[in-house]
């Protein structure tokens, strides 16, 4: 895994162009919203800073929005705040806070002031529209980033009646709520998986309860409130239960991630096999040249390689940490 990673960073440095940005311009957001946070974890924070100067000068507008000139393409129309809560947790661990608190300013304005969830289409949104868990959860990770403690629980205790609204039965999650905490249970056709996940089926949205779950880790230890913990262990135990491609999907890697946090807070060795089970997965994905085709979300641009592989990247990195920190 080790391996797999320093060919993706040489994948990644190879894309890069000398003004810091990356092609293909016109695809905006998808094309880098998670480098940033990659160069850092991989030491190479020149690059870094050069990539968080030519966003905050090409892609950061007056109100702190991002996508200023390329706006948002593919799946991240949908989820407007998702992409941003990224590029902020990049930006505020390089020191880049002229880009990271303008930022966080406009993203946080997007947090439904009644239920601590992200609304899903950003500042159009009314206050009955959308909240998703995979916003909310990357939303919420920045505040910790940022140290906005009451946007953090907000969005945590948001995530937290998710879970114990769950459906009775167990086999689903619903990814989104509306006009409050309402379950959207109704949606338009191909659209299913972005709304509920399955447990008996394949190809399911794993990443949202993880993420969802190693933000609620990193909560849990922020607050020294171990109710979020054990919630977290319900997210992940939830996709533990799902089909066989739950470790070898490009929809996995982040049920790794918090699995990984959840063996460094508890020592259970089943979260050490989750997590070595999600990386075996990552490494067979990999590409001879070092990347990844496939985000988690996914995406039919010619920028998703380049996302793909700043996520694999800081999931292979963070998880292979978070082993480590038990056997050193």
């Not at 998710?162 to 109704?186: F, H, K, N, T």
């Not at 933000?215 to 239960?241: I, N, T």
Request: glycine share 10%.
């Amino acid at each position: 895994m080790k391996r797999a990673a320093i060919e993706a960073v040489k994948w990644l440095i190879r894309q890069q162009n000398e003004d810091g940005s990356f092609q293909p311009l016109p695809e905006g957001l998808t094309g880098f919203h998670k480098v940033p946070y990659a160069l850092a974890l991989s030491g190479q924070s020149g690059r870094a800073v050069r990539l968080c100067t030519w966003i905050a000068d090409n892609s950061l507008d007056e109100d702190g929005d991002l996508g200023a000139s390329f706006g948002r393409q593919g799946a991240l129309e949908r989820y407007y705040g998702y992409a941003p809560a990224w590029v902020i947790v990049g930006a505020q661990k390089l020191g880049q806070f002229a880009l990271s608190m303008r930022a966080w300013a406009f993203l946080a304005s997007l947090q439904h002031p009644d239920t601590g969830g992200f609304l899903r289409d950003g500042p159009e949104a009314g206050l009955d529209d959308e909240q998703d868990l995979l916003g909310s959860a990357a939303a919420g990770l920045a505040a910790l980033y940022m140290g906005d403690e009451a946007v953090a629980v907000a969005a945590g205790d948001f995530l937290v009646r998710r879970w114990e609204q769950m459906p009775q039965s167990g086999d689903r999650m619903y990814l989104m709520v509306r006009r409050g905490e309402e379950p959207v249970r109704i949606y338009g056709e191909g659209l299913d998986e972005e709304y509920m996940l399955r447990l008996d089926e394949p190809g399911q949205w794993y990443f949202v309860p993880g993420l969802v779950a190693g933000f609620l880790v990193k909560l849990a230890e922020a607050m020294d409130e171990r109710s979020y913990l054990r919630v977290a262990q319900e997210y992940v135990g939830f996709c533990e239960s799902g089909a066989d491609d739950r470790y070898s999907s490009p929809r996995s890697g982040l049920f790794g991630w918090a699995a990984s946090l959840l063996y460094v807070q508890t020592g259970n060795v089943n979260y050490q096999r989750i997590t070595e089970a999600v990386l075996e997965g990552l490494v067979a994905r990999q590409n001879p040249d070092g990347s990844w085709l496939e985000p988690m979300l996914p995406s039919d641009l010619t920028s998703a390689q380049t996302d793909a592989t700043a996520e694999g990247l800081i999931l292979a990195l963070e998880m292979l940490d978070n082993l480590e920190a038990l056997t050193a």
